[in-house]
């Protein structure tokens, strides 16, 4: 069963069933028989939980994202789109941050799978990566649907989900030949905004009477916004401050599938990507690198290519005592980018004649699970599972000599010959989706994990649900969650330096200050909490639940000094962990079939606070408040058109830079002012095997230019487009 409660009306199938004998005997009583309740388990349970929504195939298509799937995620309760830090350095390169936890604690899976390509991506002092994530790996219109996990739903799903879990599945192979193009093109009014144009197609279908399989593949191309695009719009001195990079996606994916009997089935997939950056300018500290004619040469060309390989064995069960599922999955990415600068101005630019470098991640993850229909006392469904990940990374080019470098011997740990780093770890998990009363469903459950580094961890869970009346549920959970020290901040070897501008302001600062990794470092952990109610009268929908984060060990670069190296007074910071900080907020939806040709659906996210509690900043700087609104209007069986706006609220600047302990000038502490986005589209299925799709975004044309980072900007650190014309064209057969 794919729900959780799935309610069989036997006395409606028994009538007609035996509607031949009723028939004949009028006078025969009928007895309507009882409802009959089919327990899931644990995992489909919390999957009903009301920190989790699902973005089905459907949605997608009526409003199909430019390039990236987090333009569609962002849409829905909890989730915003930030950049990697609150700093502001990469501002543009924006991910998904569910519940202000910022986008390194949500964790990104393709059909149940983590993709961890952004790991090979060098860490940042601040906490930031030139990274553009892991939500455009698949393309839109190949994507069964999207589940969102967020708070206590994700924590189950071990080290990097203690904000939230994206699982982006895929569509599989279909019982008789299918396949299907799609086009799509993107035009912003702005010529100066990049363009974007996208193909792919899918292929699908039965190859013997056991063996059936899927493949699809997509190219796509988005152009750079234009080099000065922010110069011509703001007032500040914005030479170096570049608009969004373009992006060239090539994507090739296949899935076997062979029925071993009735009840087991054998999957081998595999999947190759190739994305290359389209640089638009854009550099670490907002400036030329030192080089202003070699950084002008580059624009337009790639200057970073990422490469991702997967490849996965998963057998699925289903036996008379339960079902099973076991895998054997590799992820690897190769991360080649032009060399950067690694301290001072050049810091995040590239370099004339450095050349390239590639850096290597590699991960095998085995996992398995059982689950066990019990009666003992009451009905009752047991998980049991575990996994292993072993993670290697080689990356010569941040961790490669440089000019700053200290003498050997000096900094206790440190050894520059080292590039490569590694870690192991294991899982082991128990869960139990209890049946206690016939309105009560209680799932405990408790994780354990163990890295080679940092030893033990235990994540103990309690979701439960109580149906309150027809209708009305009440529904809450808590759970801890972690998320283990990253190879960057945990490896000795990775050396950051600053030649004294980045440095802490109230220590003195001759010839600059170094950052190391931690081999003692702990854990960060959170511990993770919801309660709401949800209404459902079989036509409309609404729910309201409270959230909160209460987060422990969070790991930032120290602005206190742990070494002074001779001779220099240079000196040495380590990774750290912080005190705490706090996440909580409000979310709601509401869906209301207005006609049988109209519906309303509605979401919103209110954040409470979102703040480290030592220096009072925020995590991630993301709006006080979020509202999603559709309309969707099917005129005809053919027809369809669509309105939808999101509002935002305002986004408050960060007003202190822990990194340089200074307070961030009033001047510079710029807030972002509420705004809205409005789209409107519609589609028509000309015919059973041709499907068309046109819409326009941001309607009123609302513009937002980057400023900078944050120490000069606030939050005036990216881009928004502005409006925009698309169309998608999709032959089918």
């Keep these: 069963m794919s729900a959780v409660t799935c309610r069989v009306h036997y006395a409606y199938a028994v009538l007609l069933s035996l509607a031949a004998p009723v028939a004949a005997a009028q006078t025969a009583p009928v007895q309507e028989l009882q409802t009959v309740q089919v ?27 430019a390039n990236d799937l987090s333009e569609i995620i962002r849409r829905e309760p909890g989730v915003n789109l930030t950049g990697n830090s609150a700093s502001g350095n990469r501002g543009n390169n924006r991910q998904i941050d569910i519940r202000g936890m910022g986008p390194e604690n949500t964790l990104v899976l393709i059909d149940g799978k983590p993709t961890t390509s952004r790991n090979s991506v060098r860490y940042g002092w601040n906490g930031d990566r030139d990274t553009r994530g892991e939500t455009n790996w698949v ?54 905004e990049g363009a974007t144009y996208r193909t792919n197609f899918r292929l699908s279908g039965p190859v013997t009477d056991k063996v059936s399989f899927r493949v699809y593949g997509n190219y796509s191309d988005t152009k750079p916004d234009a080099r000065d695009i922010n110069a011509q719009n703001i007032t500040v001195d914005s030479s170096g401050l570049a608009g969004r990079e373009g992006v060239v996606n090539q994507d090739l994916s296949a899935l076997l599938r062979w029925a071993l009997t009735k009840t087991q089935t054998l999957d ?181 994990d163990h890295h080679n580094k940092f030893g033990s961890n235990w994540s103990p869970s309690l979701n439960a649900s109580y149906k309150v009346a027809d209708g009305w549920t009440l529904k809450g959970g808590v759970a801890r969650a972690y998320k283990a020290p990253n190879l960057y901040q945990s490896n000795p070897n990775y050396l950051l330096f600053s030649r004294g501008f980045g440095c802490n302001q109230a220590q003195a600062n001759s010839g600059g200050c170094f950052l190391q990794g931690n081999e003692n470092l702990s854990p960060e952990t959170s511990v993770n909490k919801e309660i709401g109610l949800a209404y ?78 030592t220096t009072g900043e925020p995590l991630s700087v993301i709006p006080r ?81 980057r400023a900078g980072v944050a120490d000069y900007a606030g939050a005036q650190t990216y881009n928004e487009v502005g409006r925009a014309y698309y169309a998608s064209v999709t032959a089918s057969f």
């Design 39 to 65: 327990l899931g388990t644990a995992e489909e349970e919390v999957k009903e939980s009301l920190g989790v929504s699902v973005i089905t195939a459907d949605e997608i298509a009526k409003h199909p994202p």
């Design 139 to 192: 393309p839109a219109e190949e994507v069964e649907r999207i589940e969102v996990l967020r708070g206590p739903a994700a924590a189950r799903y071990g080290s990097g989900a203690m904000g939230g879990v994206i699982n982006i599945i895929t569509k599989q192979p279909t019982d008789k030949i299918s396949g299907s193009v799609t086009t799509y093109t993107n035009q912003p009014e702005d010529g100066d």
């Design 268 to 448: 081998l997939d595999a999947s190759y990507s190739r994305q290359g950056n389209r640089f638009a300018g854009d550099t670490m500290l907002n400036n030329d690198g030192g080089n202003p004619a070699f950084i002008s040469s580059l624009y337009g060309k790639e200057t970073n290519i990422m490469y991702r390989s997967a490849f996965s064995l998963t057998h699925r069960g289903e036996w008379e005592w339960g079902s099973s599922r076991f895998s054997a999955a590799q992820d690897y990415t190769r991360n080649s980018r032009l060399n950067e600068g690694l301290a001072g101005g050049p810091e995040g630019a590239p370099q004339e004649g450095e050349g390239w470098y590639t850096a290597e991640l590699k991960n095998w993850r085995l996992n398995g699970e059982v689950n066990v229909p019990l009666t003992l006392g009451v009905d009752q469904v047991v998980t049991m599972g575990a996994e292993y990940l072993r993670e290697t990374l080689d990356d010569p080019g941040a961790l490669r000599t440089t000019p700053w470098e200290p003498r050997p011997g000096l900094i206790d740990g440190f050894n520059r010959g080292q590039t490569n780093t590694r870690a192991n770890s294991y899982a082991l998990f128990i869960e139990d989706n209890i049946e206690a009363t016939q309105r009560t469903i209680v799932t405990p459950g408790v994780r354990l």
């Design 536 to 613: 459902d009268s079989g036509t409309w929908r609404a729910s309201g639940a409270y959230f909160r984060n209460d987060y422990k060990n969070k790991i930032v670069a120290g602005n206190q000094f742990v070494a002074i190296l001779p001779g220099t007074g240079q000196r040495v910071l380590q990774w750290e962990n912080a005190d705490r900080a706090v996440v909580q907020g409000l979310e709601g939806n509401l869906f209301v079939p207005l006609t049988t040709a109209w519906d309303w659906t509605t979401n919103f996210t209110y954040m409470i606070e979102s703040k480290d509690k």
């Design 625 to 705: 408040f979020t509202v999603n609104s559709v309309l969707d209007w099917r005129a005809t069986e053919k027809w369809g058109v669509q309105a939808n706006v999101t509002w935002y609220g305002k986004q408050k600047s960060p007003s202190y830079s822990a990194r340089r302990n200074v307070e961030i000038a009033e001047a510079n502490q710029r807030d972002i002012s509420p705004y809205a986005l409005l789209g409107l589209n519609t589609r028509y299925t000309i015919n059973d095997n041709l499907r068309l799709v046109v819409g326009v975004s941001n309607v009123f044309d609302k513009r937002l230019y």
